[in-house]
């Protein structure tokens, strides 16, 4: 089954500073989204990109995907304290279920 | 704005003991979801629920599982026999339909097995 891996596990930054995280998975996908979530909260959906793009802007959210190396970033400019949350890759498969298949997570936490 | 709502926020019991979370999808949504996350690890999938019939489940998804759209707003996990290891945050999502990829996720449910 495939899985999306995050890295870094944790990144602390400060305020002001881009954020990337990265994410691999291992099979073929029709699409990667990538998800916040708040300290016990729910999952919030921040971005979609699909197998045949290469790169998404959202607001301060930039999004890459190299389906050669199987592998996405994610890039928050200008981080805020607000953006502390941990942040998971999800990748879809192609075989028209749209079942999420998450990676564990990158805890970002960023100071003022 | 619309949002997907869960029922309890917090549910403990006792071991064996059967429970049943509760899920308001959004209301024109078709596609429905449950996952599960234990503390500390990833967002697992569990089952998801199209046309009244299950499309899709893990292998977590065990005969101790069920899942039911009773009307036409709920959509209900229950659990017949829970387990120390059936701890975990429980989240309902849906999906407006087969050429919409965004999953609206709910806010979750604490189970706590004792």
């Known amino acids: 089954s495939q899985q999306g891996e995050e890295d870094p596990q944790a990144l602390s930054i400060q305020e002001g500073e881009n954020a990337t995280m990265n994410c691999s998975y291992k099979t073929s996908i029709n699409n990667l989204q990538w998800y916040r979530q708040n300290s016990g909260r729910g999952l919030v959906h921040l971005i979609l990109i699909r197998s045949n793009e290469r790169e998404k802007h959202s607001g301060r959210l930039r999004v890459t995907l190299d389906t050669s190396k199987k592998s996405s970033s994610l890039l928050i400019t200008a981080s805020r304290a607000a953006d502390t949350a941990s942040y998971f890759c999800?990748?879809?498969?192609?075989?028209?279920?749209?079942?999420?298949?998450f990676g564990k997570g990158t805890m970002l936490l960023v100071s003022p | 704005e619309p949002e997907v709502t869960q029922t309890p926020s917090h549910q403990v019991t006792q071991m064996g003991q059967e429970v049943i979370l509760r899920c308001v999808p959004i209301s024109n949504h078709l596609y429905f979801y449950w996952y599960r996350q234990i503390l500390g690890q990833k967002v697992e999938f569990l089952v998801s629920?199209?046309?009244?019939?299950?499309?899709?489940k893990s292998e977590i998804f065990d005969d101790q599982f069920s899942v039911e759209r009773p009307d036409g707003s709920n959509f209900t996990l229950k659990i017949r026999s829970t387990k120390l290891e059936d701890s975990a945050m429980y989240f309902c999502a849906s999906k407006a339909d087969r050429g919409w990829d965004e999953q609206y996720f709910g806010p979750g449910t604490r189970l706590t097995v004792t």
């Open positions: 629920f199209y046309n009244n019939e299950i499309s899709e």
């Open positions: 999800a990748t879809v498969p192609p075989s028209g279920y749209s079942t999420l298949t």
